[in-house]
């Protein structure tokens, strides 16, 4: 267990709604980042936010936005749902917004669009 | 886009055999990290090799960086049905890591 929790666990959604998950961080941290995982593929990085602003984005498209509040829990929404939005979506936290040093994982949560 | 490459995609060996992985990547590091994932859940930290080291243990863990090569070896020694599992390097890139495909490691008892 890494102390980063994230919810819902699974999610159905239907294409064109929105979504937004919940994540967590660690105790002391004050940086999270949240990932993509396709089935079958590596985490993609999609954003990273450091105390409450976005100081580092992925190749993702505008409609995938975030929000991390004062107490570093943190939000992913995204708005106009594909079908290829279905993936696993990780969150994870360190305490440390220069150096890239080891980042703790939550468990995910799996997105289903259809 | 993703930077590392792992090799091989599929590995299956039995209980006491050892593991080794390899990871490619492409473009200059400050470390490398290895992670394992258990059935598409989080990630979880094995180790991290920085830039200007060779070699470092932890447990049964043994990691290598040739950074001429810009490559790196995980090997799991006397393997475990639960070292089962997705491993991933991951490199770092401003402020994301950026992870392989991962290799898939099946240990039958």
């Known amino acids: 267990e890494t102390g980063v929790t994230q919810s819902p666990t699974h999610l159905i959604k239907t294409r064109g709604q929105q979504v937004t998950l919940r994540c967590s961080s660690q105790?002391?941290?004050?940086?999270v980042s949240w990932y993509q995982q396709a089935l079958g593929q590596g985490p993609q990085f999609i954003f990273q936010y450091y105390r409450e602003e976005e100081n580092g984005r992925g190749n993702f498209p505008p409609r995938f936005s975030g929000l991390q509040f004062p107490n570093y829990s943190s939000e992913l929404n995204v708005n106009a749902l594909e079908l290829d939005d279905s993936a696993l979506y990780l969150c994870?936290?360190?305490?440390?917004?220069?150096?890239?040093?080891?980042?703790?994982f939550g468990p995910g949560t799996r997105l289903t669009v259809t | 886009s993703q930077q590392g490459e792992e090799d091989p995609q599929a590995l299956s060996i039995q209980e006491g055999e050892n593991a080794t992985m390899n990871c490619s990547y492409k473009?200059?590091?400050?470390?490398l990290q290895w992670y394992r994932q258990n059935s598409g859940r989080g990630l979880v930290h094995l180790i991290l090799?920085?830039?200007?080291?060779r070699e470092k243990h932890s447990g049964r863990l043994r990691v290598t960086l040739d950074t001429s090569k810009k490559s790196s070896s995980l090997l799991i020694t006397a393997s475990r049905a639960a070292d089962t599992a997705s491993y991933f390097c991951a490199t770092d890139e401003s402020t994301a890591l950026i992870f392989g495909k991962g290799t898939t490691l099946s240990v039958s008892s």
């Open positions: 994870a936290s360190r305490n440390d917004r220069g150096a890239t040093y080891e980042q703790y």
């Open positions: 105790s002391g941290h004050n940086t």
């Open positions: 473009t200059s590091i400050n470390n």
């Open positions: 090799i920085r830039s200007n080291e």
